[in-house]
């Protein structure tokens, strides 16, 4: 059976139990797991598939708390390491009426950066598998050269590579910096997915179809443009498919795009597609993928959290039967 490996940053995620408040202003928190690749294998293993996750986390109460949490959502944890010599991350999310959120991250001594190649499993991938990866553990670090590593492995397994680059600019020495590690990794991607902001960021072009059209090269073969309530985009060289999103009352979209991509993986891996097939598949399936990515994500915001937020298969309305 097909898998998911994402590879990434695992942390607590605290959101006030007041919202519409500035940090400064918020006195009690609701502690939740979170990080981005994390909050991908959550939504994979939900809706059924397997998926794993490739970390460190602190030997401390809240790397514990993290691990039984993605247990309980049946995420393989046995490629979680726990370390004495960092401590698990932090995250303080402020939220607004309207869903968006304003992040301050504890991160000095992060458990996960100290994650090293060495520590990778040999011969883990499969050309059936698919690995999955973020920027937030891109900063000059032992754990960036474990995803190096890693996506190298998954080149010569022909497994199939997904990168959304999540970008989190206040984790960063410098705007430049970010961007250009984002544009080095994102050619050694098979799939990738961005928003509007991250477009333009990346390639500072204001057209979406030519900023898209710079970015296909190296593996690149389909790339996906999200744009909140607004829908998404598929792009392939020969492809641009726009699929609405459905309206929905979004009061928290902490790990909204984590939703997003986790239910495309899914689709993936129910259907054993790979590297080779693809482009093939989307251009078969696109608005039915679109589809249901933009519904699974739109309901993840009507609830709040992330991993919590994230519907399980039994618990779907709106399965499309033709391509799940």
């Not at 309305?317 to 799940?324: A, E, H, Q, R």
Request: some cysteine.
């Amino acid at each position: 059976m097909s898998k998911l490996y994402a590879i990434g940053e695992l942390l607590i995620d605290f959101t006030p139990t007041k919202q519409n408040a500035f940090l400064t202003a918020v006195e009690q928190f609701t502690k939740n797991a979170g990080g981005a690749p994390a909050n991908v294998a959550a939504v994979c293993a939900k809706l059924g598939q397997q998926a794993a996750l490739i970390t460190q986390v602190g030997r401390d109460a809240f790397g514990d708390f993290l691990i039984e949490t993605l247990k309980k959502v049946n995420v393989d944890t046995n490629y979680i390491v726990q370390t004495v010599e960092g401590e698990t991350s932090l995250a303080f999310v402020s939220l607004t009426n309207d869903g968006d959120r304003d992040f301050l991250f504890y991160r000095r001594h992060a458990a996960d950066l100290l994650y090293d190649k060495e520590q990778l499993p040999p011969n883990l991938l499969t050309s059936n598998d698919i690995l999955h990866f973020c920027s937030v553990n891109l900063v000059e670090s032992p754990m960036k050269h474990a995803h190096m590593a890693l996506i190298e492995q998954a080149h010569q397994a022909g497994s199939l590579v997904s990168f959304d680059p999540n970008v989190r600019l206040p984790l960063w020495n410098d705007e430049k910096a970010c961007r250009q590690t984002i544009l080095e990794f994102l050619p050694k991607a098979h799939l990738v997915k961005l928003s509007e902001e991250e477009l333009l960021f990346l390639t500072a072009i204001e057209d979406e179809n030519s900023a898209v059209q710079s970015l296909f090269q190296g593996q690149v073969q389909v790339l996906i443009i999200t744009r909140g309530a607004e829908g998404a985009s598929l792009y392939t060289n020969e492809l641009h498919v726009k699929v609405p999103a459905d309206n929905v009352h979004a009061i928290d979209t902490t790990g909204a795009g984590d939703a997003f991509i986790g239910a495309v993986l899914t689709i993936l891996l129910s259907k054993q597609i790979t590297a080779i097939n693809l482009i093939d598949f989307c251009k078969q399936q696109t608005i039915p993928l679109l589809t249901f990515a933009n519904r699974y994500a739109g309901a993840s915001t009507e609830k709040h959290g992330a991993i919590a937020s994230y519907l399980a298969k039994h618990e779907l309305s709106f399965k499309n039967d033709i391509i799940f």
